[in-house]
């Protein structure tokens, strides 16, 4: 805006508020502080989460005035349905972080149960039988990286900076509510931002939701989670066969002008890892979403409605590494006798327990008392 705008509304504050400010040192005072800067001879906010921030902040100061609260629940809801657009899901947070509005979280939850509904989660036993026949031999065994837990975890989060630098430009995409009609590209962002943003609301206010919300949020979140990734499955599934002739043919190019040490070696290991990718990949987003100690209560109820899925079983083990004191050896060594026999699944629970043990401080004796279940 320029600064006659910023001027202008300092009036409009004033005609309400009656409140006097210098306007110019005002206007000093929010660029010193890094909130606004100067661009062009105009000002605009330093950092886009400042402008969210304040937006969330005057729509949860203003819902209980009459003479605005019906156009402000009609913003919300036009935002909650269109979470794709990254403006939007970013004011939400801050929006339900300041005012942990019921309407807004009933409607996000509406809103995650939509998405894929015809599909089911994905249980990473019968519906990933057909990728462990796409394997020569059995995962290897693991190797863990050699350094301190410490500087591996701190090579670690370098690594993801480096990769966050280097990712193409945040585009704040479409307007776009959920339809069916949507590619499934643009469906899964959905799913994703709706999973963080719930998943915010579970992990910031532990003890003021009832448990039975809690429960809900977990319960969607896991069940949204694992239906994008049954999809992802669907896919490979269902074109495994031209996956493998376009593999193939990559390989038997590269082989001519790259070291055969740095390509795969078949077209079924690059599937096998794509989807690996993918799996374990969404076990952490989730864990990450909705994963906190002091939700054990809630993690045990969304056990006790769907935890004979092996992939929600998979997503507990994967909170209580990210998120406990003590690593869950019972659970490792029930995870391996159920996959034993199902290659693909027992790759997961290998990477889980392989990445934890690289980023986290532990004994030599856990290391092999977990890792004879895993190697």
């Known amino acids: 805006i320029s600064i006659q705008d910023f001027r202008d509304s300092y009036l409009q504050f004033y005609e309400v508020f009656k409140i006097h400010f210098d306007v110019n040192a005002l206007?000093?005072?929010?660029?010193?502080?890094?909130?606004?800067?100067?661009?062009?001879?105009?000002?605009?906010?330093?950092?886009?989460?400042?402008?969210?921030?304040?937006?969330?902040?005057?729509?949860?100061?203003?819902?209980?005035?009459?003479?605005?609260?019906?156009?402000?629940?009609?913003?919300?809801?036009?935002?909650?349905e269109r979470v794709y657009f990254e403006e939007y899901s970013s004011i939400l947070v801050f929006f339900l972080y300041l005012a942990k509005d019921p309407d807004v979280i009933q409607r996000l939850l509406d809103?995650?149960?939509?998405?894929?509904?015809?599909?089911?989660?994905?249980?990473?036993?019968?519906?990933?039988?057909?990728?462990?026949?796409?394997?020569?031999?059995?995962?290897?065994?693991?190797?863990?990286?050699?350094?301190?837990?410490?500087?591996?975890?701190?090579?670690?989060?370098?690594?993801?900076?480096?990769?966050d630098r280097a990712a193409p430009n945040r585009s704040d995409g479409e307007k776009l509510p959920y339809s069916d009609d949507l590619n499934d590209f643009v469906k899964i962002n959905i799913a994703l931002k709706n999973i963080y943003i719930l998943g915010q609301v579970l992990r910031a206010f532990p003890g003021a939701i009832k448990q039975e919300l809690k429960t809900q949020i977990a319960r969607e979140c896991y069940l949204l989670g694992l239906r994008v990734l049954r999809v992802v499955v669907k896919i490979v599934n269902t074109h495994t066969e031209e996956l493998r002739i376009y593999f193939a043919t990559y390989i038997r190019e590269q082989r001519a002008v790259v070291r055969a040490a740095d390509i795969p070696t078949s077209a079924e290991e690059v599937i096998l890892n794509l989807t690996h990718c993918w799996a374990f990949g969404m076990i952490k987003k989730i864990s990450e979403s909705v994963g906190l100690a002091e939700l054990d209560v809630t993690y045990k109820e969304v056990l006790?409605?769907?935890?004979?899925?092996?992939?929600?079983?998979?997503?507990?083990?994967?909170?209580?590494?990210?998120?406990?004191?003590?690593?869950?050896?019972?659970?490792?060594?029930?995870?391996?006798?159920?996959?034993?026999?199902?290659?693909?699944?027992?790759?997961?629970?290998?990477?889980?327990?392989?990445?934890?043990?690289?980023?986290?401080r532990s004994t030599p004796a856990l290391e092999s008392t977990a890792f004879s279940c895993v190697r």
């Open 111 to 163: 809103n995650a149960k939509r998405i894929y509904s015809d599909v089911e989660p994905c249980d990473c036993e019968a519906h990933t039988a057909f990728l462990s026949k796409l394997y020569v031999s059995k995962p290897g065994p693991v190797c863990l990286p050699d350094g301190d837990a410490i500087v591996n975890r701190d090579a670690y989060r370098a690594k993801m900076d480096e990769l």
């Open 304 to 360: 006790a409605d769907a935890g004979n899925l092996l992939s929600v079983q998979f997503i507990d083990f994967s909170i209580r590494l990210d998120h406990y004191y003590e690593f869950p050896e019972d659970q490792v060594g029930l995870l391996y006798a159920r996959v034993r026999g199902n290659l693909f699944s027992f790759g997961i629970l290998q990477n889980l327990a392989s990445h934890f043990f690289t980023l986290f």
């Open 27 to 80: 206007c000093e005072d929010f660029v010193r502080a890094q909130i606004l800067e100067r661009r062009d001879g105009n000002l605009s906010f330093k950092y886009r989460d400042f402008y969210h921030f304040f937006v969330a902040r005057y729509l949860s100061d203003n819902l209980s005035d009459r003479t605005e609260a019906w156009k402000l629940r009609g913003r919300l809801q036009h935002m909650t």
